[in-house]
């Protein structure tokens, strides 16, 4: 049971680029989301979804997209990476509304 | 306007003490739920603890409780014989029923703790 997994655990990217952040889970949890980390700011809601098929805009959702064609990944792209999105990522997922399972983090870095 | 707010950015104490983190919520909604996460140096975020609005009891979770004061809306962490291993970030979390499972986070304290 590997919990919530993260792919890649860092990377450097240039500015205009694209990529996607993978995440994966084993627990047959519905709802699944993607937060980013900056310093001073705390963890902030990009997307989220509450099943196969489905997703949602958080709070800061502007420059990426998302995807959640099987119940355990939810993929998140940067379609022209700028040095704004310079941050950590976390997934997590959960079961019900309580607690919510993280990941270890995506390092990404735009330069 | 913040829902989550963390006032102290850093804390200290010393092995073996209690110390309490500060955290204030703003909400409408009667029925929200009320997180704890800890995040050591190595970056993972770890669940501590949690509260929900219609609890009556403060939660306990071995050596940490949550000072819930509905009124103040306030949910301290109070953190009981404090531990070398204790020393990193921890944030405070709410869940509002009108976001469904979406969480918001406070900005967080550094928690460091010195023998």
């Known amino acids: 049971n590997a919990g919530v997994t993260q792919t890649p655990k860092f990377r450097v990217l240039k500015t205009g680029q694209s990529m996607t952040l993978l995440c994966a889970q084993d627990?047959?949890?519905?709802?699944m989301y993607w937060y980013r980390q900056d310093p001073g700011m705390g963890l902030r809601l990009i997307h989220y979804?509450?099943?196969?098929?489905?997703?949602a805009k958080g709070e800061v959702p502007d420059g990426y997209n998302v995807s959640r064609l099987k119940k355990q990944n939810f993929l998140l792209g940067l379609e022209s990476a700028a040095p704004s999105q310079t941050s950590v990522y976390f997934c997590?997922?959960?079961?019900?509304?309580?607690?919510?399972?993280f990941g270890p983090g995506t390092r990404l870095t735009v330069t | 306007a913040q829902k989550i707010t963390q006032t102290q950015p850093g804390m200290f104490v010393q092995e073996k003490e209690a110390v309490t983190l500060d955290c204030t919520y703003d909400?409408?909604?009667?029925?929200?739920?009320l997180f704890w996460y800890k995040q050591p140096s190595s970056g993972e975020m770890i669940f501590l603890i949690y509260?929900?609005?219609?609890?009556?009891q403060n939660a306990t979770e071995g050596r940490y409780s949550l000072n819930f004061q509905k009124a103040r809306k306030s949910a301290n962490l109070v953190i009981s014989a404090s531990q070398l291993g204790d020393s990193a970030m921890y944030f405070c979390?709410?869940?509002?029923?009108?976001?469904?499972?979406?969480?918001?986070f406070g900005t967080g304290t550094r928690l460091l703790v010195s023998p």
């Open positions: 997590a997922s959960s079961l019900d509304s309580y607690e919510q399972y």
């Open positions: 627990m047959n949890h519905e709802y």
């Open positions: 979804s509450v099943g196969e098929g489905t997703t």
């Open positions: 909400t409408s909604d009667q029925s929200y739920g």
């Open positions: 509260q929900g609005s219609y609890d009556e």
């Open positions: 979390a709410m869940r509002e029923r009108a976001g469904f499972q979406k969480l918001v």
